[in-house]
């Protein structure tokens, strides 16, 4: 995976975004919340332990559409994955102020919103307008606060108008030495951005004003130069947590980027390859890889596997394959051939499903069962 510097090619952001008809009953809800939370005669608590800064008492609600969904949407790619997040209470106390405001006479239809909790049927959400879906609100699902997993404040994952939904607070985070899981307190969206793994994860919409936002100052020209970069120095940022490495170089193989050539230096240096024995278990990478599948990128996986073999990053003898084609043919009882390329990831795929198996007839048996979409004979 080549490395790249960005050349100044000074792309303009854009100044808003062209939201479905889902999405923009999505952000008219979420602001006419927010607005209920501001004229509410008692100050709404900020729903968490950790202290809300003195700046931020007074401020009105201020809600962003982040990271991935921003991206996406400006790669004109479909997302129904939306991570919203609020400046001044905990994505949970947002969630409770919008079933209250929901459940106000008139208000499930105004948006149309359905009496039941069940999750609403995604199918046919392009095609079709919020009023003509018969749409529902799911449960709101908590996320508690835990210290010892870094969830120092509590998230809310909820599924409304066919689109799921993380809620969550602008944040900042400290690190200790031997722990990748930080310490969270409330923060700015310019903390929030810097903080993220990459710039072009780090664009934010803001639903109050409808523009974007890039607080990296380098987020919008990554994008569309095709580079991943660090919106921070990368060896302080993969040093905090070294699972950033692994989410830059999904991310690359999944977009077809390149990385910039300082975070592919700091991803070589000594510290950081400790760093990465240290604090991220096998386990945890393989739900990273896990995710690649879950992009539909598995061709990607060996340039992945290659890009951490030629870095000496891991002991990726975890990660190697079980089997090579002549085995995998031999087991099937098949002459080799073209079909072994889409076998070979079937194998693979379930390898990363099982971290730490070696059984190769289970995963021969997953290439038997898929053996008609592989044309198999």
Do not use: C
């Not at 990748?180 to 700015?188: A, I, L, S, V």
Request: proline share 5%; glycine share 6%.
């Amino acid at each position: 995976m080549a490395s790249a510097s960005a050349p100044d090619t000074g792309h303009e952001l854009p100044s808003g975004l062209e939201l479905t008809e889902l999405e923009a009953t999505l952000r008219r809800l979420l602001l006419d919340v927010a607005h209920h939370i501001d004229t509410l005669s008692t100050p709404p608590s900020s729903g968490s332990e950790v202290a809300l800064p003195p700046s931020l008492k007074d401020a009105k609600v201020e809600l962003r559409f982040t990271g991935g969904w921003v991206r996406d949407k400006l790669l004109r790619v479909g997302s129904h994955d939306i991570d919203v997040a609020v400046n001044k209470m905990t994505g949970y106390q947002f969630g409770k102020h919008m079933i209250d405001y929901i459940n106000i006479p008139g208000n499930r239809d105004k948006y149309h919103v359905s009496n039941s909790s069940a999750i609403s049927d995604n199918q046919g959400a392009e095609g079709q307008d919020a009023s003509s879906r018969g749409l529902s609100m799911g449960d709101l699902h908590k996320i508690e606060a835990n210290p010892e997993k870094s969830k120092h404040l509590e998230t809310v994952t909820t599924r409304i108008l066919g689109l799921d939904v993380d809620i969550v607070n602008l944040r900042k985070e400290s690190y200790t030495e031997d722990s990748r899981n930080p310490q969270m307190e409330f923060g700015t969206p310019e903390e929030d951005a810097l903080r993220r793994d990459a710039t072009v994860n780090a664009l934010f919409y803001n639903l109050n004003t409808s523009k974007l936002e890039d607080f990296t100052g380098k987020g919008f020209d990554d994008l569309g130069n095709k580079i991943m970069r660090t919106p921070m120095e990368p060896h302080q940022t993969f040093k905090d947590d070294p699972l950033r490495v692994l989410r830059m170089i999904r991310f690359a193989s999944r977009l077809g980027y390149s990385i910039h050539h300082d975070a592919e230096a700091a991803m070589s240096a000594a510290a950081i390859k400790q760093a990465l024995k240290a604090k991220i278990s096998r386990e945890r990478v393989g739900v990273e890889v896990e995710k690649m599948l879950r992009d539909d990128i598995l061709k990607e996986y060996v340039l992945f596997l290659e890009h951490l073999k030629e870095r000496d990053l891991l002991d990726v003898t975890t990660l190697r394959p079980l089997m090579d084609g002549k085995e995998l043919s031999k087991s099937l009882d098949l002459k080799p051939g073209k079909w072994m390329k889409e076998a070979l990831e079937v194998v693979m795929a379930w390898q990363l499903r099982h971290p730490g198996s070696q059984d190769t007839n289970a995963a021969v048996e997953e290439v038997r069962r898929h053996k008609e979409t592989l044309g198999l004979p």
